[in-house]
């Protein structure tokens, strides 16, 4: 019998859809293992297709290449540890979410996912098929079973495995951030060893796919729930961990435990990546954006400069004359202060020549919010012109607080190709905004210090397309308007409910309204970070057309 067993955890990040790039990050991970002389290199859920792949995943010329080089992979891998990967597995009519382990040139077991998650992002009941309840495969003569995910967050699979023989478990992951998530997969997997009485090794991937990004913080717990070790957050790492088999049953030897930043420095974090990995994955290499000297734009553009560098950042101040000297000069300084490239382009002629060739059309009315969506309009137009001609991304740069009322105008200020700050209420981006001032980390790629002039955080918010506007003309303050869109987005909250609460109710029916009405703006939204699980997009699905209002 086995007195240790050593794993290399690999919290790497890999790319849908990049088979043979995904078989290369798997080999430098077994690699080092095989370096370091252990038994077993570990990889994430899916690992071999990338996470969440979707529906690419039953397209049979995909799942039957990536079985391919799993196999391609055992062979390659048969002169050292043991390799588990997660990918898809074809078995009579199902296809599966399997966890492949490798050995001596051949794949000797194949975990299937039995719990398929179906709630926020996931739809993985549509996808795959269930597996049934299995026990442990063995790596020389040490059983090992592996919920895969999902299957860790119930009951029956883990102790299916502990009543069937495996002596410690081994969870590979694709699980995506939301604020707070780290303390819900602590509690799950806490739950899983008291019930079980085995050592858990709870190993999740890093990186961005679309609006997701997944975080890492793989850990160990001990019998009890202590932690044994805990690795970074957001961070690629290749770590290898040591069990002992004790009188006690195995144990997993103490090791360095990462520093786990607030929840602050999480959700910046998430967005500089989505944006990086978004950027990387994608092939684009530079971004540019409309800065209107408001502190929305500031904050997209400093969050841009974190991700690309200042070198690979164009921001276009175009303004009209309702644009404020004001606003011009701090839409200068911040784009001084990050370092970025700085282009001003007036929209006063281009705006003439379209109200003159309307004129006739628009005879005998009164100039409205027409007029005003016309400058928002041109300026996405001369954006995308840009983008067009020098294949920058155009960022756009609307927070939640607007995507949700839709305080934006589509084909306007909403063109673009990702919106970093989307999960952001207007109330989150002005402590953001704070928050980066006063703080600075090494994986940022921009200077530290003073990037957004305070005078952008503490001046009123307006969009300045009349003269004298503010946005709480036309919506509630934003403190008030938060509290109501938390409650009936974020929590599901009945309008009675926030009423309750103490707010008007003629002010949460507005609100309400327009929340419904802004559905076909945000179904042409760009994509953005997600940061909760209410995110606009696959976390909340809603008709476009809907007649449904809360009677309460």
């Known amino acids: 019998m086995a007195q240790t067993f050593r794993i290399t955890l690999a919290q790497m990040n890999p790319t849908v859809g990049d088979i043979a790039g995904n078989a290369d990050l798997a080999r430098r991970a077994w690699a080092e293992g095989r370096a370091a002389g252990t038994d077993l290199v570990a990889l994430p859920e899916m690992f071999i297709t990338g996470y969440d792949a979707q529906d690419l995943v039953m397209k049979p010329a995909f799942h039957q290449a990536a079985m391919a080089m799993i196999e391609t992979l055992a062979v390659e891998c048969a002169d050292g540890p043991a390799l588990a990967i997660g990918g898809p597995w074809v078995e009579g009519t199902g296809l599966f979410n399997a966890y492949h382990i490798c050995r001596g040139g051949k794949v000797v077991h194949r975990v299937l996912k039995h719990d398929l998650p179906n709630e926020t992002v996931f739809d993985e009941v549509r996808v795959f098929d269930a597996g049934p309840l299995g026990g442990p495969y063995s790596v020389g003569d040490v059983r090992i079973g592996s919920p895969i ?121 998430v967005m500089v990546t989505a944006l990086r990995d978004y950027m990387g994955k994608s092939g684009f290499k530079k971004v540019l954006l409309g800065m209107s000297g408001g502190i929305d734009s500031a904050i997209v553009a400093t969050i841009a400069v974190d991700a690309l560098g200042p070198e690979n950042v164009r921001c276009v101040m175009l303004p009209s004359e309702y644009t404020s000297q004001a606003s011009l000069d701090d839409a200068k300084a911040c784009a001084q202060a990050l370092g970025v490239r700085y282009d001003f382009v007036p929209i006063g002629a281009a705006r003439g020549a379209i109200t003159d060739t309307l004129a006739p059309l628009f005879e005998g009315t009164k100039p409205d919010l027409t007029e005003e969506n016309i400058q928002s309009r041109l300026r996405g137009l001369l954006l995308m012109a840009l983008s067009n001609k020098f294949g920058e991304m155009l960022l756009t740069t609307g927070n939640k607080s607007e995507v949700a009322v839709g305080y934006s105008t589509i084909y306007g200020d909403m063109a673009g190709g990702y919106n970093p700050i989307k999960e952001l209420y207007k109330t989150r981006v002005f402590e953001t905004c704070r928050w980066r001032n006063a703080n600075h980390r090494d994986w940022m790629m921009g200077p530290s210090g003073e990037v957004i002039p305070p005078r952008i955080i503490d001046k009123p918010p307006s969009a300045e397309l009349r003269a004298d506007q503010r946005d709480d003309d036309s919506l509630p303050p934003y403190d008030v308007l938060d509290a109501i869109l938390e409650q009936l987005i974020d929590q599901d909250a009945s309008v009675g409910d926030v009423v309750a609460m103490g707010y008007d ?20 939204a760009a994509p953005g970070a997600r940061l909760t699980k209410r995110s606009f997009w696959l976390d909340r699905r809603y008709p476009i057309v809907n007649r449904w209002r809360d009677p309460t």
């Open 505 to 524: 109710r003629d002010v949460v029916k507005k609100v309400e309204h327009l929340i419904y009405i802004s559905e076909y703006k945000r179904f042409q």
């Open 149 to 269: 995910c999902e299957d860790a967050w119930h009951p029956e699979v883990a102790e299916t495995l502990e009543e069937t023989g495996a002596e410690f478990l081994l969870v590979p992951n694709g699980s995506p951030y939301y604020r707070g998530k780290l303390d819900t997969r602590f509690n799950q997997m806490v739950a899983r060893v008291v019930e079980t009485g085995l050592p858990l090794i709870y190993l999740n991937m890093i990186g961005g796919q679309d609006d997701q990004v997944f975080d890492g913080g793989s850990f160990g717990l001990n019998p009890g729930g202590e932690l044994a070790f805990q690795m970074p957050l957001f961070e690629e790492e290749i770590t290898h961990i040591t069990l002992q088999n004790t009188a006690e049953g195995w144990r997993i030897d103490d090791g360095p435990k990462a520093h786990i930043p607030d929840a602050w420095e999480q959700d910046y974090r």
